[in-house]
């Protein structure tokens, strides 16, 4: 770490127990990097490498706390996950019905990804019983969602009260129709992992479109997947071959990179080999809509998934509201969101967002209660948040991270276009998604 992002170290007179690190301000963004792989594309290769027939190599892994708990989940099931460098893996393949019972809990850490998904497969893996357990934020989140659908297919799932741990008996299953009580891609997800093994054909209603990639990949493995919009089929295959993936990086991962390279005047930055799969570039669009310059160019497809890159230089934003039908494109970035909006230029609102609440914190909160106290004009609304805008650097100052690695980055890109800096409390979060966030920005950042 050099000296703009500078570790504290914790422990000392004043017994803190967090480790702070220090974001000092920064004159602009300037630089070519890459982002680690897609996390959303990550774990859905490793879980569907575990149930495929034979090898499959998984190319540009984006390695984080989150997607190590998937590796750790299929090897405690059974399944040979070979390390051929930082981002290879070789999975060797278990089958679809190959998964056996561990002796005791599979721990998903934080990852809300792979408990859900994970959750569908075990549904399908008849009369074996699995326990999931998770960290203290994940422990907190509603798993009432997946265990409804489940249940309507024929598996025996058990909640704690509709929280962890999650307690599962794969028995045989049958295919339902499902309509989405909430916008939810790992929900959908978990509906369609479990018409693998279903009788029947599976299909799942989605009022709002969500991230597609299990669709995709799933067809990439093999299997007839039907979609039209707002309503996705599955029919379930003898078999799955998922061969080779390249993970494309994530655009979420990037997605603060390239807020701080448009906050800073004089910034260039380009993000080399991006996913811009067009269910995950809310952020993008609304960016540029706020009068952001980002280019998208080199567009290419790697294993069914939309790659470009991306060449973002500073501008001036204005404000914008974002409609519910917008949301889910940009859910993991309207923390981000929140501050380009507090320093554009007018009143910005966004709504329908009340999914924030369930996510590894209640976002609306930390969102809401961080940013204000480094200088910006934000409320919190039940179902998100309304910001006046003050086109000037934040004042800065001290915000937690509340354990929530998209929080953590948030404080570091509100420290960069602050006048003061800010002091993030629990800045490791980050590696839950991008272990090497605070060095990949200090090596871009011009002070
Ligand atoms: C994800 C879906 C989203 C997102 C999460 C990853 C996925 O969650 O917030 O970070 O990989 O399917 P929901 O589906 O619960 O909205």
């Not at 276009?417 to 490791?428: K, M, N, P």
Request: aromatic fraction near 2%; hydrophobic fraction near 40%.
């Amino acid at each position: 770490m050099a000296d703009g992002a500078v570790g504290e170290g914790s422990p000392g007179a004043d017994l803190q127990v967090e480790s702070v690190t220090l974001v000092a301000p920064a004159v602009s963004l300037r630089g070519a990097v890459a982002v680690p792989g897609d996390k959303s594309i990550s774990h859905r290769a490793v879980l569907l490498g575990a149930i495929s027939d034979g090898e499959t190599v998984v190319r540009g892994f984006g390695r984080s706390a989150d997607t190590e708990s998937t590796v750790g989940a299929v090897r405690a099931l059974g399944v040979r996950v070979d390390e051929e460098g930082d981002d290879v893996l070789r999975i060797h393949g278990a089958g679809l019905r190959g998964l056996n019972s561990p002796e005791g809990p599979i721990d998903c850490g934080n990852a809300g990804t792979l408990v859900r998904l994970l959750s569908g497969i075990l549904a399908g893996q008849t009369w074996r019983q699995f326990e999931l357990t998770g960290d203290e934020s994940l422990s907190t989140r509603p798993m009432g969602r997946i265990a409804d659908p489940l249940q309507q297919m024929g598996a025996g799932v058990e909640t704690a009260g509709g929280r962890l741990p999650i307690g599962i008996e794969g028995r045989p299953l049958r295919g339902i129709e499902y309509e989405l009580p909430v916008a939810s891609a790992q929900v959908k997800s978990c509906v369609l992992l479990a018409g693998l093994y279903a009788e029947g054909e599976t299909t799942v209603l989605e009022p709002v479109a969500t991230r597609d990639h299990t669709e995709r990949m799933l067809r990439a493995a093999g299997a007839r997947v039907d979609g039209a919009p707002g309503r996705v089929t599955i029919t379930p295959p003898e078999r799955l071959a998922l061969g080779e993936v390249e993970v494309p990086g994530d655009v979420s991962s990037a997605a603060p990179l390239v807020l701080a390279a448009t906050l800073l005047p004089g910034s260039e930055l380009i993000v080399s080999g991006v996913g811009v799969n067009p269910t995950r570039t809310g952020f993008l669009d609304v960016l540029e809509r706020m009068g952001a310059r980002v280019a998208v160019f080199n567009r290419r497809t790697a294993a069914g998934e939309p790659v470009a890159d991306l060449e973002v230089t500073h501008a001036d934003l204005v404000a914008t509201e974002i409609e519910p039908g917008e949301v889910p494109r940009l859910v993991d970035e309207l923390p981000l969101w929140a501050l380009a909006a507090a320093m554009a230029r007018g009143t910005s609102t966004v709504r329908g967002a009340e999914e924030l609440r369930a996510k590894e914190s209640d976002r609306i909160a930390t969102v809401t209660e961080g940013l204000r106290t480094l200088g910006a004009h934000i409320t919190a609304r039940p179902d998100g948040f309304r910001v006046r805008g003050v086109p000037a650097r934040l004042r800065g100052g001290r915000m937690g991270s509340a354990g929530d690695h998209r929080i953590a980055m948030l404080a570091a890109v509100a420290g960069l276009a602050s006048r003061d800096g800010v002091r993030i409390e629990g800045a490791d979060a980050v590696s839950v998604s991008f272990p090497g966030f605070f060095d990949l920005l200090d090596s871009l950042a011009q002070r």
